[in-house]
């Protein structure tokens, strides 16, 4: 099992950024396949941008290409999602996820973060 601890939420203005980060224990970083998830009220759950363990590929939902860069510190166990040009529909609660060797970026996966709030005022 892995755990998750998220933090770089906030309230922002639209046009502002932030960076998300996410720190991993408990296995070892390098064999983890992982992503962000968000989940605004009322919606389904929506993945953002992750990758697989054994590829340099980071795969982003089309509502966030261009604008959020996902990236991986395995030296130190983190991800990181660094947010530009946030937008009013960016405003949720944003998750981060893991599975050991899993072969997809959009999931399944084993284990979750608590989330971190991003709230983006127009």
């Known amino acids: 099992q892995v755990q998750l601890i998220e933090s770089g939420g906030g309230l922002v203005q639209a046009g502002d950024s932030l960076r998300l980060s996410c720190a991993a224990s408990?296995?070892?970083?390098?064999?983890?396949?992982m992503a962000w998830f968000r989940q605004a009220p009322g919606k389904e759950p929506e993945f953002v941008a992750g990758?697989?363990?054994?590829?340099?590929?980071?795969y982003y939902a089309d509502s966030v290409k261009d604008r959020f860069t996902l990236s991986r510190d395995n030296a130190n166990k983190r991800m990181y999602l660094q947010m530009n040009n946030l937008k009013a529909e960016d405003t949720a609660l944003y998750y981060c996820a893991a599975t050991m060797y899993g072969n997809s970026a959009r999931g399944p996966y084993d284990d979750w973060g608590q989330g971190t709030q991003v709230t983006v005022s127009a």
């Open positions: 408990g296995r070892s970083f390098s064999s983890l396949t």
């Open positions: 990758f697989v363990w054994s590829a340099y590929n980071i």
